[in-house]
C-alpha cells in the first residue's frame, strides 16, 4: 500500500519561499498522479496543484498560478512543491495525496478522488 510522508513546512515570512517534500514508499510511482491540497482553519480541504503520470501539471487556483509549481521524480519517489513569493493567506496544513487514473494526462482537483493520503504539514506566512 501506498504510503506517503510530507516534509518542508514551517515559518515564512510575506514574500518568502518554501520547498515541501512529498516522500512516498510502497509502491512504484509511475502508477500514480499526485495532487498538494491545503487546508486553512475553519475552510474546507482545497486542491491547488497537480501533476499527472506522464507529468502533466494542472493548477487548481488562479491565485497560485506562477507562484507554485509541482514536479516529480519517480526515481527518488519524491514530489515536490515549490511556492515562492508566499502570502500570509497561503497559511494553511498542506498535504500530498495520490490517485491511479486511467489516464496518463489527468490528475483530479477533487480530494475525494484521492484514496492516499499523507498526515500533512503546517505552512504559517507571518511576519
Known amino acids: 500500500q501506498l504510503q506517503l510522508v510530507e516534509s518542508g513546512g514551517g515559518l515564512v515570512q510575506p514574500g518568502g519561499s518554501l520547498t515541501l517534500s512529498c516522500a512516498a514508499s510502497g509502491d512504484t510511482l509511475e502508477d500514480y498522479s499526485f495532487g498538494w491540497f491545503r487546508q486553512a482553519p475553519g475552510k474546507e480541504r482545497e486542491g491547488i496543484i497537480c501533476?499527472?503520470?506522464?507529468?502533466?501539471?494542472?493548477n487548481h487556483l488562479d491565485s497560485l498560478k506562477g507562484r507554485f509549481t509541482i514536479s516529480r521524480d519517480n526515481a527518488k519517489n519524491t514530489v515536490i512543491l515549490r511556492m515562492n513569493n508566499l502570502k500570509p493567506e497561503d497559511t494553511a496544513i498542506y498535504y500530498c495525496?495520490?490517485?491511479?487514473?486511467?489516464?496518463?494526462?489527468?490528475?483530479?482537483?477533487?480530494?475525494?478522488?484521492?484514496?492516499?493520503w499523507g498526515q500533512g504539514t503546517q505552512v504559517t506566512v507571518s511576519s
Open positions: 495525496a495520490a490517485d491511479t487514473p486511467a489516464g496518463a494526462t489527468f490528475c483530479a482537483s477533487a480530494p475525494p478522488l484521492y484514496p492516499y
Open positions: 501533476i499527472s503520470r506522464s507529468g502533466t501539471t494542472t
